[in-house]
């Protein structure tokens, strides 16, 4: 599993963090920026970059902005994207089991480093849910488009 990862200027800070983290758990990681702190940089750029990277379909995205909302409006615009905001470990663990939400947004304001790490190690780990109700929710969701 590739992961990989997007912040604009507010969550710049957490995915350094969460990237030196993640290669210390030993996951593929494919960092699409922001490169340095630019205060005026936009989380649609970081976020599109972020989705247009996924290669496969087991490959995840984390997005990291102020308050996440940003990047999760942006993320799910793309056909196949089924992204959440990361506000509790529970919250995760259900958007992965019943959703299957392959992208996770973390709201850098509101999330100390701790609880990302907790909410991104479920998010990366927690398998959907092979109940056929959840199965076919998704399949719904694919065919909007």
């Known amino acids: 599993m590739k992961v990989i990862l997007g912040a604009d200027h507010g969550g710049f800070e957490m995915k350094e963090s969460i990237k030196k983290w993640l290669a210390t758990e030993g996951y593929t990681v494919d960092d699409v920026g922001a490169d340095s702190l630019v205060a005026e940089d936009d989380y649609v750029y970081f976020a599109k970059q972020a989705v247009k990277a996924v290669t496969s379909s087991g490959d995840r995205v984390l997005l990291f902005c102020r308050n996440g909302f940003g990047m999760v409006m942006t993320a799910n615009r793309f056909a196949g994207v089924r992204c959440g905001l990361a506000f509790d470990v529970e919250a995760v663990r259900k958007g992965r089991t019943d959703d299957d939400i392959n992208a996770l947004s973390i709201p850098s304001d509101y999330v100390d480093e701790v609880s990302a790490m907790r909410m991104v190690r ?7 849910s092979r109940d056929e109700k959840y199965q076919r929710r998704i399949m719904k969701l694919d065919n909007l488009i």
């Open 122 to 128: 479920v998010f990366l780990t927690e398998e959907m």
